[in-house]
């Protein structure tokens, strides 16, 4: 019966927006959905047992660095950084999300574990990264494949809500009931090296 709004905005067409996850509450406090002057991008709270849920899921430990793509107000890495004692950087494209993650990182005193940087998520070098954590359009998603198979084995990939279905078969794939919001998510987990997945159009074909 419930939706998040990520995937109501699939739902009517709209792949061409990046849906990122804001964490409310522990770390941050719920923010309302805004769009950013600067790309189409859409803001979406996450509950943080769902945040805690995927980094439970990457086997985040403090010996970790994590980057999160499209990271909003900082939230994914600040508690990363919080609970885990992992090293953490945030990209974001939209500047005054920036200004929000550096006030979040002040504010939790973990200033000195993560960074935070305006870049284009799809012109980064992933490669150092042992963990990466996404909240996008499956579309986007699959624009990042290239990226992803940089990493060195036994990375891990995270994502809420949507796969990378028809070109990457995840590992494992977990639902989880949120106690903040009484909405079911789906989270899904790579690990490099990333198992190649055929599109259903290929597939058919060989049949």
Not at 88 to 115: F, M, S, W
Request: charged letters at 25%; a neutral charge; proline letters at 5%.
């Amino acid at each position: 019966m419930y939706r998040t709004l990520a995937t109501i905005l699939v739902l009517f067409g709209l792949t061409t927006l990046a849906v990122r996850a804001g964490r409310s509450g522990d770390v941050a406090g719920p923010v309302p959905a805004r769009e950013s002057s600067k790309a189409d991008v859409v803001y979406v709270p996450t509950p943080n047992d769902v945040v805690m849920k995927m980094l439970e899921l990457a086997r985040v430990t403090k010996n970790d660095l994590v980057y999160d793509l499209g990271c909003g107000d900082g939230r994914i890495v600040v508690l990363a950084a919080k609970k885990c004692g992992c090293q953490g950087v945030g990209y974001d494209i939209d500047p005054q999300r920036i200004k929000e993650c550096h006030a979040n990182a002040k504010k939790y005193g973990v200033e000195a574990l993560v960074t935070f940087e305006q870049e284009d998520i799809f012109k980064l070098d992933l490669s150092k990264a042992s963990v990466i954590t996404l909240y996008l359009l499956p579309d986007l998603n699959v624009r990042l494949i290239p990226q992803l198979e940089k990493l060195k084995p036994g990375a891990r990939i995270v994502s809420h809500d949507f796969s990378m279905k028809g070109h990457l078969k995840p590992d494992k794939v977990v639902s989880v009931t949120s106690k903040e919001d009484n909405v079911e998510h789906t989270l899904y987990l790579w690990t490099v090296p990333l198992k190649k997945q055929k599109v259903a159009a290929e597939a058919d074909a060989e049949e």
